[in-house]
């Protein structure tokens, strides 16, 4: 990114022209980061909690006052119910190595606090990868231009991957077709060439039916099989339970389209596959991108430039993450390794696993938690002491003893990864930090200072850290220095020699125990989940209509959720023509969506935009920007994935109903 800056002001933000991936333009979310960095609402000084909690009344007190209170408060909770009783929470707020986790876990891991499972996004998608193809990488987005046959499955490249689109542009210009699964028309699916609805948590369905048909028609690349993977007469003998017609039966795609989607797969040349995170948000998810994944595999795409699959590039980022976290220092605290906490079960975890000060920090578990009115109940505990590190006064804020203010990333030294291309990139500020803000960084060193903790590490500068990081001795970073990045700012890691495409499983290279692809075909047999249209019938006969609470296209997650047009976008829940007519819903009715965790009102938008029994809506709204202060999430269970342990967002039940007022 390019920042324009005059008499101390930004003026302008735009891509860099020069970066091979984004090539100069910004997705829109972030085109407009100028009016969040100036924003009248930013919070620029420390407050303490004055009204009850959930009121988001304040005072401002001084950096001394703040971590003056923090200290006591966190010293008395170790002293009444141990160290495990203190909680971070945090996620992807902030996407740098270093304000996303390196002086924070540093200073928990000292105290000996709970350690977080952070699982709320990806960890069953990624765990899929591992176990299929032992890493987390894939064809890298340049290659997208060449392929012929481009399936984009549970993702809405425009929505969240929009520096992918100019490349897949550039493959249908020459000739490439672009095929979508997904249960929403998003707006990628409303411009490929075919859309395929598919009912939701359904996808382990839909890939073991192209397996059945590739193996029955004798369309696999059977000396690419032979000598890449493993487990293949297992799945064999599994995929023979998945003809079209089964495959059909659940996932309401046609049999004579899925039998032609395989063909089409098989046989062109380069094929690949980009998924996302959606897919894996169900109970099924992980093992059904454990089975995508598996897919190239079984054609040999992986042996094409332009073939392949794409999950995520961030295993790709080998930075030493040890020395950033240093989770040796617990066994100082505690002399063993720190329980662990699953952020997709925070409600539980503030109800029954003695949390008793919870520091919340790159996340809004207020608004983004599973089963949120259960969370807000744990955060109205009086005996929890909460502070959170926030930029703008959320859905969480509100909930607070002390709310902190922390600076953007235009204000920070940072090292990004990625999860879409494989460029590591550094940043120094671009502006000064407004009001009394602070780095992550700088608050977790005072906090440690202020805690007493004197380990050396608590006095590294960012510059010390970046160079720890990139000291791995893993060859994807070797040559690449702190120096080179200071200058160039964003470098290619050593994936493959400079100018040619990184190609990871060409030639086998899997990094699997077997060092092939493992098929595991024992873990992929399709069990429905609970809350599905297949799944516990009796739930189903009062929820009658499967929620996918999907991303907005102008929201990353709760982040932009004060702006005005991002609120009116998450206020509505689309609903298909049919679905609407039997409830007696009509256009701009306000509806009551609702199950027994919770109900919220929303506008309703009526359009074949989803498949019949599902409705949409997109994630994520403030609930205190809500008429009735409810948020999505208030439907959504702390059930959880298959593998990963992770958050099953798109596995929810709901029922639709016409206000009356």
Not at 288 to 305: N, R
Not at 487 to 514: C, D, K, M, W, Y
Not at 572 to 595: C, K, M, Q
Request: proline residues 4%; hydrophobic residues 40%.
């Amino acid at each position: 990114m390019l920042v324009h800056i005059e008499a101390g002001r930004a003026t302008k933000v735009e891509g860099d022209p020069d970066h091979p991936v984004t090539r100069g333009f910004l997705c829109g979310k972030v085109a407009q980061y100028l009016e969040r960095e100036y924003h009248p609402e930013r919070l620029l000084f420390p407050q303490r909690r004055v009204g009850k909690k959930g009121e988001g009344k304040f005072v401002r007190i001084t950096w001394d006052e703040a971590l003056d209170t923090i200290a006591a408060r966190l010293r008395e909770t170790i002293a009444q119910h141990g160290s495990e009783s203190i909680l971070p929470y945090s996620y992807g707020g902030n996407m740098g190595f270093l304000n996303g986790g390196s002086m924070d876990r540093r200073f928990f891991h000292r105290l000996g606090a709970s350690r977080l499972d952070r699982t709320i996004c990806a960890t069953a998608g990624a765990t899929a990868l591992m176990e299929a193809l032992g890493a987390k990488t894939g064809t890298e987005p340049e290659q997208f231009a060449e392929a012929k046959l481009i399936i984009v499955w549970g993702a809405n490249v425009h929505g969240t991957s929009i520096h992918l689109w100019p490349f897949i542009v550039e493959a249908r210009r020459r000739g490439a077709k672009l095929i979508t699964i997904d249960p929403v028309l998003t707006k990628t699916a409303a411009l490929a060439d075919q859309h395929l609805f598919i009912n939701p948590g359904t996808d382990l369905a839909l890939a073991l039916g192209l397996m059945h048909v590739i193996f029955a028609e004798g369309l696999e690349d059977r000396d690419y099989l032979a000598r890449h993977t493993t487990g293949l007469e297992e799945l064999k003998t599994l995929v023979r339970d998945y003809p079209p017609a089964r495959a059909a039966a659940l996932t309401g795609i046609p049999a004579d389209t899925i039998v032609q989607l395989a063909r089409d797969y098989a046989t062109t040349r380069p094929a690949v596959i980009r998924a996302n995170y959606g897919l894996q948000r169900s109970e099924r998810g992980g093992r059904a991108m454990q089975a995508i994944a598996c897919l190239p595999a079984i054609t040999g795409s992986w042996k094409d430039v332009g073939g392949g699959f794409c999950l995520s590039t961030s295993g790709g980022f080998t930075v030493d993450r040890a020395a950033l976290e240093r989770a040796d220092l617990q066994q100082l605290a505690l002399g063993r390794e720190a329980r662990l906490i699953n952020m997709s079960t925070l409600g539980e975890a503030l109800a029954q696993d003695g949390v008793h000060a919870m520091v919340v920090y790159n996340s809004n578990p207020a608004a983004v938690a599973p089963n949120t009115n259960r969370v807000r109940a744990g955060l109205l505990r009086e005996d929890l002491f909460t502070v959170v590190l926030e930029q703008f006064a959320t859905d969480t804020t509100d909930y607070a003893d002390i709310v902190l203010p922390v600076t953007t990333f235009l204000e920070n030294t940072d090292l990004y990864f990625a999860y879409g291309h494989y460029h590591l990139q550094m940043t120094r500020p671009a502006l000064d930090a407004p009001g009394e803000c602070k780095t992550n960084v700088e608050i977790f060193r005072l906090l440690a200072a202020r805690m007493g903790l004197t380990d050396a590490c608590f006095a590294d500068t960012e510059d010390d850290m970046m160079r720890q990081a990139l000291a791995s001795g893993h060859r994807y970073l070797e040559g690449i220095t702190l120096e080179q990045l200071d200058r160039e700012r964003s470098v290619r890691l050593n994936v493959a020699p400079a100018g040619e495409p990184f190609q990871p499983h060409a030639q086998g290279g899997f990094l699997t125990p077997s060092g092939k692809c493992d098929f595991k075909a024992e873990t992929l047999a399709y069990t429905p989940p609970v809350e599905s249209r297949q799944g516990d019938a009796a739930l189903r006969q009062r929820f009658p209509l499967e929620l996918i609470s999907s991303k907005n296209n102008d929201s990353m997650n709760s982040t932009f959720g004060y702006r005005e047009h991002v609120d009116a976008q998450t206020a509505r829940a689309i609903l298909h023509p049919e679905d609407a007519a039997a409830r007696g819903i009509g256009a701009g009715d306000t509806v009551r969506v609702f199950n027994e965790r919770g109900s919220l009102r929303l506008h309703v938008e009526i359009a074949p935009k989803v498949l019949r029994g599902v409705v949409r809506v997109p994630a994520v709204r403030w609930g205190k920007k809500a008429g009735d202060q409810q948020t999505v999430n208030v439907l959504t269970s702390e059930r959880l994935t298959d593998i990963g342990a992770g958050a099953t967002f798109y596995s929810c039940l709901v029922e639709v109903e016409k206000c009356g007022d």
